[in-house]
């Protein structure tokens, strides 16, 4: 299925959807490791999708949820804890496609051009039944600009405005992953029915990401006790990452096994490695006050 995006007024349409495409989900919920409170709220939010129509109808919820029949969930928490292929797994469980809306590209420099692009994709998940999943959703959830200021500023609520109809009137499910929850307006958060953190992953939840990456065939001598133990502070997409390095070394047969010495080499340089990214976002002006502060005290 097609239909237009508005991205700017050199070309005020273009064919096709690039950015949010509907795809076949891959993941299932049982190859992500998750803690207990988060696996129960997912399972609540699957028995609501699967008979939310006992709920209003039967037991009348009805009365009070008059407008779409749809499910608004926000997915917070760490970077690689799992929110994306989470939201990818629930729509292969529920037999859905997805598409992945990047909010970003349906940004647009006319005015009211973002708006139709929401509008858009909101149609296109419901007429091809897919989850709809928004991930950096602070860009589009963050509180509207009281201080309008410019053109610019007008479009953004607007495109908010927009957003928050959408979501009264969609039937199907919209799933935000978002980094940053402190920003989101309440408006959204009043239509919001689950709002899952995803914590980093425990012990055991750690042998369970080990288990899963390193396959029994891979050859090593160390356990996925010992494993869990050593990469204390890791997520499910930073042991994913070292797991790619070990398999690496063993193609290009710089070691011949997996032995807990290399994989605590290769948990302190990526460590080191995200150490550095954090300094190098540290704005200048900040890490001149944080200087200062240090120097003062």
Known sequence: MKYEIVKDST??????????LVEDPKWTLEEIALSQDTVQQIEEMVVYIQKRDKLLYDWQFNRFLKAGKGLSVNFFGLPGTGKSITAEAIAKNLGMSIIRANYGELESSLFGGTSENLANVFKLAEDTKSLLFFDEADAVLSR?????????????????STLLTLLDKFNGIVVFATNLFDNYDEAFLRRIIFNVEFLPPDHTMRIQLWKFHLAESVPRN?????????SDGLCGGDIRNITIKLGLRLLTEKINTIDESVVKELIENYKEVK?????????????????TLSQEN
């Open 275 to 291: 150490t550095r990214q954090k300094v190098y976002r540290i704005p200048k002006h900040l890490e001149e006050i944080s200087t």
């Open 11 to 20: 070309t005020s349409a273009k064919k096709g959807n690039p950015d949010a």
């Open 144 to 160: 509207r600009i009281s201080s309008l200021s410019q053109a610019a500023d007008h479009g953004v609520n607007s495109a908010k």
């Open 222 to 230: 160390v356990s996925y006790e010992a494993l869990a133990s050593i």
